[in-house]
């Protein structure tokens, strides 16, 4: 049987079954008596055991296999959680997660993990006898010969209620219950198909089990769903068999609501004498008996077909700017009412595409907890590890970028940060020390903050060293006002550790850290408070891809100032502007800022001696640097497209990219950082 | 048979009145010149880029490059947009001509010429007339930056 269709689903799978084992082992090294959540990381490995075997991944099936008979050990309480068991068994996560990968790069799954599977059949032997080697056979088999029985499912009360509702609307509630073959392979692909078919007949009110263990493949053979339907109980069975891989099909009539009422008293006894976690599950049922059943259906989508829809979309923005300028210049009524309705469908339109593209910023924030435990392990540090807004959702070309500098940040801030226990507690503070990860929307930005509570960066220290490394000259090293100070660590070539370590402090760093961030389109400051801790905030722009933008004229030349980038536009002769040092600088409220003449920067052709040169002014600034910008005309505001340079030019700089105009034309994105870098200012004290 | 199994296809093109090739499948398409944007700070012989139906596209000034001066563009100029190394660049030739059917065999390895590009940028030669030869361009080559930098430090 060809497989290779269920790759995609089963590596999504996989890879969520990796997390959430991630994850849970996080917490159980805490809490290691919690029975559900080691039924749930049990349920987790076990899941991930069947799905590899069907896939025919040997190697995948076995590892899990050994690492689910140490779930299972843990379950029924014949070994205890430490420290070292985790760790192998994160060791053990590590390779499945590296085979998932390899999986998807060459379609095989062959790793030596025999070391691994040493280690974890160690925690398990002597203490588990032959006849437990394989639980989760014995637990199947019960499991298997429960849905047998006729079941008929307790309702919840909004279930009740939907179904009330639907006898007054002359629907019918129908209880429809559906094996899947025992063979079935992803059985929640299934189920998806299944339900599918229903919603076309109906309405789905509810399902057994949840939704979120159908998604999950957390369910044996029997689905049962809840469904209001206007159509016969034949047609509905006639439908759903045929599907294929579908072993049996009833559909029953919900008739009266009070019948129900003996069944469900029958229930509980059913469930008597199974173990703990049916015993859970039931737990996690009532849980779901208080809040209504909000089935939000998903689909799984391949990446490349929303690119497909946005580069679709990006060409239709373009031709709208387009139609936008002959709208105008034509100054027909009912042409500029059109233009105007396609204007408002688009910009809808836009911001649904983008949200398709947003994903929780969890994946990255998800990788942290591990690295945090590892580096508290290696250092000999006790790290309370605190993660916030890990629901923020960001563009996912930001989130792929951000994993490396935010693990830049936390490893520098558990090397230099948080001290010791023991020093910690001379100075009268909490031996173990907190590392706040928090994420939150302001504006149109993302906010993402690292922060803990140690010793935070001492300013003469970090003077001394950017003056021995010459980053900063002496003379105004003291000029420099504490945030300065603290944004030298980005310098690169920077280090203040005493010595160096594995951790950080090699000189590499928070250097790429910053231009990573700008890579983005994003910022970073740093704020500390000597003795109370450190805070590393970055700001990133939600989406990447369309940008709102000044257009400018420089000669015949069209450029694009993206609008995050500046602070003012002017015209030349509003603005005061002086002589310091032969250098003509302007004032901008109390500051004093370098000019930059655009054509003369970019060496427009036939600039110099051009008659209309530069009647207005664009101040731009970057952090906390000013600078202002000289063009000819500012032309407008303008949503553009942000398309990519590409490989090819990726060494020219001074831009960010290229957009495309209404009249097809190419335009550049001034890239303001790399613009106002090297402009400097006179020292402002000898001269004002 | 086995010699058919041994051709290529190459794109004919033209500048400063030589003939040079690319294998066709190295191309996308050859385009007409439209607008093409000046690119500050890039190397001299990127004349710029453009949109290729909604990609921004680099267009290589492919006689620049290999140091036989600037082109004039004309009606008859081109830009012959090729895809390696997951990279699109445009080259503009100043006459694109047919495809042709050569016989691996008959390539030779590339003389050092007199006034004409490095023997570097070539892959090879084939005589193709009693007295017209094919220059067999390397595209790796002509698109790497490896003597580019060292071009770019010289002008600046």
Do not use: W
């Amino acid at each position: 049987m060809d497989m290779s269709q269920y790759l995609g689903v089963f590596l999504d799978e996989a890879r969520e079954h990796l997390q959430n084992l991630n994850d849970k082992l996080m917490i159980l090294e805490e809490n290691a008596d919690d029975p559900e959540l080691i039924n749930s990381i049990f349920r987790s490995a076990h899941t991930l055991k069947g799905s590899s075997g069907q896939m025919g991944f040997q190697n995948m099936m076995e590892l899990t296999h050994i690492m689910e008979n140490v779930f299972d050990a843990l379950r029924h309480h014949t070994i205890q959680v430490n420290s070292e068991m985790i760790d192998v068994l994160f060791e053990g996560l590590d390779h499945l997660e590296g085979m998932a990968d390899q999986i998807e790069q060459n379609g095989n799954d062959a790793s030596d993990v025999s070391d691994t599977k040493k280690k974890l059949q160690a925690i398990t032997s002597g203490k588990q006898s032959t006849q437990n080697d394989d639980p989760s056979k014995k637990q199947q088999e019960t499991k298997d010969q429960l849905p047998q029985r006729d079941q008929q499912v307790k309702l919840t009360d909004y279930e009740k209620l939907f179904a009330e509702q639907a006898a007054d609307q002359n629907l019918t509630a129908y209880e429809v219950t559906v094996d899947l073959n025992k063979d079935c392979v992803l059985k929640a692909a299934r189920a998806l198909m299944v339900s599918n078919a229903l919603e076309e007949l109906g309405t789905i009110i509810g399902t057994r089990p949840a939704t979120e263990e159908i998604e999950k493949e957390a369910f044996n053979q029997r689905l049962i769903f809840i469904v209001a339907s206007t159509s016969e109980a034949e047609q509905i069975q006639e439908t759903i068999n045929s599907i294929s891989e579908i072993a049996n099909v009833k559909v029953t009539h919900i008739h009266s609501l009070e019948d129900r009422a003996s069944s469900e008293q029958s229930q509980p006894a059913r469930e008597d004498g199974t173990s703990q976690q049916d015993k859970s599950g039931k737990q996690s049922k009532k849980a779901e008996a208080h809040r209504p059943v909000v089935v939000a259906k998903t689909i799984r989508v391949n990446l490349n077909r929303i690119d497909q829809l946005l580069n679709l979309f990006e060409e239709l923005i373009i031709d709208r700017g387009r139609l936008e300028k002959i709208a105008s210049e034509i100054g027909n009524a009912t042409l500029n009412d059109t233009v105007s309705t396609i204007k408002r469908v688009s910009n809808q339109l836009q911001e649904t595409i983008l949200n398709l593209r947003m994903e929780p910023i969890e994946q990255v924030f998800n990788r942290f907890p591990r690295l945090v435990r590892n580096l508290a392990k290696e250092l000999n540090k006790k790290v309370n590890f605190v993660v916030k807004g890990s629901e923020t959702e960001l563009d996912r070309t930001v989130i792929e970028e951000l994993g490396d500098p935010i693990m830049h940040m936390i490893r520098n801030s558990m090397d230099h940060g948080i001290e010791h226990p023991d020093v910690r507690k001379e100075k009268g503070k909490d031996p173990q020390g907190t590392l706040t990860l928090a994420a939150y929307y302001s504006g149109n930005h993302v906010f993402v903050e690292i922060e803990d509570d140690g010793a935070g960066i001492n300013r003469e220290k970090v003077l001394a060293k950017a003056v021995e490394k010459k980053i900063v000259p002496e003379e105004s090293a003291s000029e420099l006002s504490d945030k300065e100070v603290y944004h030298l660590l980005f310098a690169s070539g920077f280090s203040t550790a005493d010595k160096i370590s594995d951790i950080s402090g090699r000189g590499v760093g928070l250097d790429v850290v910053e231009s990573k961030i700008h890579s983005l389109s994003g910022s970073v400051e740093v704020d500390s408070a000597p003795g109370k801790g450190t805070k590393f905030t970055v700001k990133l722009p939600l989406t990447l891809s369309i940008i709102n933008a000044l257009l400018v004229q420089c000669g015949d030349e069209i450029y694009a100032i993206p609008i995050t980038s500046i602070a003012e536009t002017a015209l030349k002769r509003h603005v005061k502007m002086m002589n310091i040092h032969e250098q003509t600088v302007a004032q901008y409220h109390e500051q004093i800022v370098p000019i930059i003449d655009l054509g003369d920067y970019l060496s427009v052709p036939g600039y110099a001696d051009h008659e209309e040169r530069g009647h207005s002014v664009v101040i731009v600034h970057h952090g906390s640097k000013y600078a202002a910008l000289i063009v000819d005309h500012l032309i407008g505001y303008q949503d553009i497209v942000v398309k990519p340079l590409g490989n090819y030019l990726k060494n020219v700089s001074g831009f960010s990219g290229a957009t495309i105009l209404g009249d097809g034309n190419v335009a550049l994105i001034i890239d303001c950082q790399t613009v106002m870098k090297n402009q400097t200012i006179p020292s402002r004290k000898e001269n004002i | 048979m086995a010699e058919h199994e041994n051709s290529i296809k190459v794109i004919l093109f033209e500048m400063n009145n030589e003939t040079y090739g690319v294998p066709v499948d190295q191309v996308l398409s050859i385009e007409k010149v439209d607008a093409i944007t000046r690119l500050p700070n890039a190397a001299s012989f990127v004349k710029g880029v453009m949109n290729l139906r909604g990609l921004i596209i680099p267009v290589v000034d492919v006689r620049d490059r290999l140091q036989m001066g600037k082109s004039e563009i004309t009606e008859e100029s081109r830009i012959i947009v090729v895809d390696t190394d997951e990279m699109k660049v445009g080259l503009l030739v100043d006459l694109s001509k047919e495809v042709t059917d050569i016989q691996e065999s008959s390539i030779e390895p590339a003389p050092a010429m007199v006034g004409g590009p490095s023997a570097g940028y070539l892959k090879g030669v084939v005589q193709i007339d009693e007295n017209k030869l094919l220059l067999l361009l390397n595209l790796d080559r002509v698109l790497s930056h490896e003597d580019v930098d060292d071009l770019r430090s010289l002008e600046v």
